[in-house]
Nanobody, 122 residues
Framework: QVQLVESGGGLVQTGGSLRLSCAAS????????MGWFRQVPGKEREFVAA??????????RYGDSMKGRFTISRDNAKNMVYLQMNSLKPEDTAVYYCAVGRGLLNQGIDYWGQGTQVTVSS
């Protein structure tokens, strides 16, 4: 069972930056795609970014509203995935969830983290 623990959320002003981190509990991490979703109360969970598994050649994918502002990266040696978020907007406020799955997280999610709150003040 893969366990995912997110960190790095918090309160930031509009235009600011945050870096989220997700630690995976097992080395099988490198065999999965890793990434992030976010959710606002009352709305569906929204795709943010994904980084592909090593054996698939890697690759990244972003949600449309994140392109050019967010950057995903992973460190397979440390079982970590990161999300650098720049030029944050109030509409980025959400709970951000780390996810492990297949493809570029577009072929199924196998594990979820507990989430970390990001709040962007106007």
């Amino acid at each position: 069972q893969v366990q995912l623990v997110e960190s790095g959320g918090g309160l930031v002003q509009t235009g600011g930056s945050l870096r989220l981190s997700c630690a995976a509990s097992e080395r099988t991490f490198s065999s999965y795609a890793m990434g992030w979703f976010r959710q606002v109360p009352g709305k569906e969970r929204e795709f943010v970014a994904a980084a592909g598994a090593v054996w698939t050649g890697g690759g990244t994918r972003y949600g449309d509203s994140m392109k050019g502002r967010f950057t995903i990266s992973r460190d397979n040696a440390k079982n970590m995935v990161y999300l650098q978020m720049n030029s944050l907007k109030p509409e980025d406020t959400a709970v951000y969830y780390c996810a492990v799955g297949r493809g570029l997280l577009n072929q199924g999610i196998d594990y979820w983290g507990q989430g970390t709150q990001v709040t962007v003040s106007s």
